[in-house]
């Protein structure tokens, strides 16, 4: 197997964080505007962070780990994992806004979590690279 494929790169890491920023802001803006329109937190944090992995998969895909080709392999996994990491999401958001009553700080609590999550996750489960012979 190839070491330098199993080895986080940082160019890689540089284009996992500029696409997560995207799919971030695509997140915390929907989030915002949920709230806004009388969603509970847990729902609105659900439900926004559903869209922000949409667009984190489609970044992450094509530009970040350079997987051009269709695979229903991937989106499955890429399901798989999102879902674990949008319940450990929002449990961490309800958590600090129990403990320290701060939206802010437990959007970016539960964001950082996931991120972590969702960069090795897709590195290391999703987008994997298959070897050829």
């Not at 190839?2 to 920023?21: D, V």
């Not at 999102?82 to 129990?98: E, F, H, P, R, W």
Request: overall charge positive.
């Amino acid at each position: 197997m190839n070491q330098k494929r199993n080895k986080i790169q940082k160019k890689e890491l540089l284009k996992f964080l500029i696409g997560g920023g995207s799919a971030v802001v695509v997140d915390y803006i929907s989030y915002n505007v949920f709230l806004l329109t009388g969603w509970n937190v847990s729902m609105a944090k659900a439900v926004s962070y559903v869209c922000g992995a949409i667009v984190g998969f489609i970044i992450n895909k094509l530009w970040t780990f350079e997987s051009k080709e269709f695979s229903k392999t991937e989106i499955v996994r890429y399901i798989i994992l999102y879902a674990v990491s949008a319940c450990i999401n929002a449990g961490v958001n309800k958590l600090v806004i129990i403990v320290l009553n701060m939206k802010i700080l437990a959007f970016l609590c539960a964001t950082g979590i996931s991120t972590v999550l969702n960069f090795l996750g897709q590195k290391f489960f999703v987008f994997v690279k298959k070897e050829r012979v």
